[in-house]
């Protein structure tokens, strides 16, 4: 088993969560109205995943839309418009949402 899927908090997970929070942040102010920005990231928990996703989307003024090719299996979200790998299943826990800036 992972050393991270046994030693991290649920602390560490809200931690990373605002991180990433930051990140996309940073990226939506740097990208020009109709870029794109993708977000994919090396976990599978819905703190880092869809909500970072919604906040993007809620607070950041980007749309989120289908990321092709299609390689992993359909995310959490309502639109099924993110990929999830499971690490189980796929050798990794992955996730990917892409976005356009309105």
Do not use: H, W
């Not at 996309?24 to 993708?38: H, L, S």
């Not at 996703?53 to 995310?75: D, M, N, Q, Y």
């Not at 990929?83 to 800036?101: H, M, N, S, T, W």
């Amino acid at each position: 088993m992972p050393k991270l899927s046994i030693e991290t908090t649920k602390r560490d997970i809200e931690n990373l969560s605002s991180y990433q929070k930051q990140f996309m942040t940073t990226a939506a102010a740097m990208v020009k109205e109709g870029g794109t920005v993708v977000y994919s990231v090396c976990t599978v928990t819905g703190e880092e995943c869809e909500e970072v996703a919604t906040f993007a989307e809620e607070k950041l003024g980007l749309v989120k839309i289908a990321a092709s090719p299609i390689v992993g299996r359909s995310g959490l979200d309502s639109g099924k418009l993110t990929q999830r790998f499971d690490p189980e299943l796929d050798g990794a826990g992955y996730f990917i949402a892409k976005f356009v800036k309105r």
